[in-house]
Each structure stands twice: as C-alpha cells, then as structure tokens.
C-alpha cells in the first residue's frame, strides 16, 4: 500500500499560521519542489493553498479537503504515507482525520495541547492504530517535544552516570520568549468551552495520569505549582507554568508505555523559574497572582467572550522578526533514589510556539518515517527517542545537555 502512495507526507492545514511556517521549514530542508522527500499541502480554500504555495517556494502538489468531509479526509489519507496536522482547536477540526489515519495505517503527528481530545482519540482508536499498523504521535511541538524529550534525556543520562534513573525530575522554565498566536489562544478557550458545557472534563484535566494506557491513569500525588514556592535544587522561586497541565501529562504517558521503567513513585513537575531571594520571591508573588487572576477570570462564559475581543484571532501570531528573536532555555533538576543529582538544558533557538515548534513538528515527522515502533498512540519520546534529539540538534536549532 505504501508504494501505491503518491506523497511521502502531507501537510494539513498548510494555510494557518503554524502550517505555513512549517511549509517555508521544509522547503528550506527539502526543496521547493519536494525533490527528496515527495510532499504536500492540504486544506480547504484553493486559493490560499495557491498564496502559502507562493509565499512559501512550496511547488508541490495541492489537495483540497475540509476536516469536516469525512469521504476528502479518507481519500487524503489514502494519497500519502503520512500526515502532518496544524488544524486546531483538534478538540473542533481533528478528530475525522484522526480516525481516518487509524483507518488507513498510516502516520501521524500533530502539535496538540489538548488533553482531554488526546485522552479521547486515544480510547475511541487506539486498538484500531494497533491492527491496521497506524503510528500515531500528539504534541510534536512546544507542546511537549522539549519536556518529554528532556525529561526521557535526564533519564538516559542518570542510567549513564548513576546506573540508576531519576525518581523525581523538576523542570523550570529559566528564560523564554515568544508571542502568542491566535490558535493556541482558540485552543485554550475551546477546553474551557469544553468544561463549561461537561464539568465532568475537570477530573480529566486534573489527573496527571490521563493520558496514560487504559487501566493506568492513577498513582502518586505529583507536584502542582500554583503558588510560589522554593525550589532548592533550580535554586530559584518558582511560579506557575500555563503548559504544565498538558507537558506533564504526556510525560506520564511515556512513562507508562515504557512500563514505569523510572519506578512506581516516579514524581515529575513543571514550572516557571522566577529567580532566588527576595527578588525572585515577589516576581513569583506577582506571577502568580496574575496567572490565577486570568484563568479566574477565562473560566467564565461572559468574560471570556470579552476576553476573546482582545486576544489574537486564529491564523494571527508574531512577526517573522519575533520568531527569530524568541527563544527558550529549560533546566531539567533530577534525584535518584540514593540522592545522586544531575541537571540538564534544553534550549530552542527561535519564538517556541511556532518559530521552534514549525521546526519540531517537521523533524517529528521524518523521524516518525524512519521508526520502527509499531502500530498505535505514542509520545514523541517513546516513537522517535535518540535519532529525533539528534535531527533537533542538527537540523531545527535546539540543544540537550548535562550540566
């Protein structure tokens, strides 16, 4: 079946903001003209696949499909060995794709941070993915390729010093900059739609194990930065991160489809490094208080629609001068069980939602190729491990290293 297909991979969504930045990314990999790789761009209006075409160098193939036209998305699937999504909220537009490539057997990767769709289209079409050989990778960008890969780094790197792996791992955020774009700000607004209208999604959200293999979704109290607090090892004062909710919990889905290799009490948390003493101690105070206030406030129907009034609009985000002046730097701080510590980095050298994530999500998907893992949901650490930490170094500006 693979050989009768016409495209190596496919594009969805070529035309929003996230997907023509990943357009100009793999033309500058891989030819404008899909000269090494065979690919192509997908959406719904023709003339602005013709305009990303333009704008981008993309001279590839073109396929018009709604994601809402089940019998397009099937013959899309049909044409390629994998598929590429960037068409968001998922939660709204993803999930005929997502069951259409379970379906056909073929690949694919996305840049979700939705858990309560992933923790969906994981129990509705896992067994599915499983028979028809279907290779199925969520959150292939920011969310969450640089906690899930550092924290599967740390680990290696404990085996290798220590002999041992972490039992507990705390991520700060040092340094980040970046701007917002219209559909990650789309995406948050739908969960909370979501939860509005099924308040049962709260304890979906709230578990940290959610995403974990069916009949694994519970175990130890984890960490939850809501508030300021000291973390000794980061030396910093820490403060919430607003990616946690979702990064944390495809982490602990690596964990349990590698079958809790870090141990049963295995502990793992995120947050934003505010910096130490008094200083770092009032900017977290202050962080803090304007986190929750938003959130508060995003929670309730009528406030958020005004919200939205003032929030970027689907397919705005920053200027190409801002992506490359963004940038990101994590500390990974980890403990084994007889004390021994080590602490790793994770940097990315462009805006991380989009500058760095275009890039992610391309990487992920040639390194998705080139797997041997079999058919069914996977987190980017257990479907492409090593060989992806090394396409990232080399080809899409980020870094992993023991400090």
């Keep these: 079946m693979a050989a009768q297909r016409k495209h190596d ?5 070529a035309t929003s903001f996230v997907g023509q930045i990943l357009c100009k990314y793999l033309v500058d990999r891989h030819g404008s003209e899909g000269e090494t790789v065979k690919w192509a761009i997908a959406g719904r209006n023709a003339q602005k696949l013709d305009a990303v075409a333009e704008s981008t160098g993309a001279d590839v193939p073109r396929i018009i499909a709604d994601a809402d036209d ?19 909220p ?39 993915a499983v028979e028809t050989g279907a290779r199925i990778v969520h959150a292939c960008g920011f969310d969450s390729v640089p906690s899930d890969l550092g924290v599967w780094y740390t680990q290696q790197a404990a085996m290798e010093q220590f002999g041992a792996p972490c ?60 508030m300021p607090v000291h973390d000794d090892g980061l030396d910093s004062w820490l403060a919430p991160f607003v990616m946690a909710g979702t990064n944390t919990r495809v982490v602990f889905r690596t964990h349990s489809l590698l079958g809790h290799v870090w141990g049963d009490d295995f502990t793992y948390g995120e947050a934003m490094m505010m910096g130490d003493g008094v200083a770092g101690r009032a900017k977290a105070l202050g962080f803090s208080g304007g986190m929750g206030g938003f959130m508060g406030a995003a929670s309730v129907g009528p406030v958020r629609k005004v919200l939205g009034k003032f929030l970027p609009e689907p397919g705005e985000g920053p200027s190409p001068e801002a992506q490359r002046a963004g940038f990101f730097d994590l500390r990974f701080h980890g403990t084994t069980a007889s004390g021994d510590t080590i602490i790793t980095k994770v940097t990315g050298d462009r805006d991380p939602g989009y500058g760095s994530t275009s ?16 058919g069914g949901f996977w987190t980017p650490a257990t479907a492409l491990g090593a060989p992806y930490i090394d396409a990232l170094v080399q080809h899409a500006g980020l870094t992993f290293e023991v400090l």
Excluded at 180 to 198: D, L, P
């Design 9 to 13: 991979i496919v594009v969805f969504g």
């Design 70 to 88: 089940a019998d397009a998305i099937a013959a899309l699937c049909a044409s390629t060995n994998l598929v590429i999504s960037t068409v968001g």
């Design 90 to 128: 998922y939660a709204l537009y993803g999930s005929k794709l997502v069951a259409a490539v379970a379906e056909a057997g073929i690949d694919y990767c996305d840049l979700t941070g939705e858990p309560q769709w992933m923790q969906r289209m994981i129990d509705r079409y896992h067994e599915r």
């Design 167 to 226: 039992t507990t791992i705390s991520m700060g955020v040092k340094a980040m900059k970046g701007g917002a774009s219209g559909g990650t700000v789309a995406s948050m607004m739908n969960m909370m739609e979501e939860v509005s209208a099924e308040p049962s999604l709260r304890k979906v959200l709230g578990n940290p194990y959610a995403l974990g293999v069916k009949g694994d979704r519970e175990g130890k109290d984890q960490p939850n930065v809501t």
């Design 359 to 374: 890039k992610m999500l391309g990487e992920a998907a040639l390194a998705l190729s080139g797997s041997d893992v079999v």
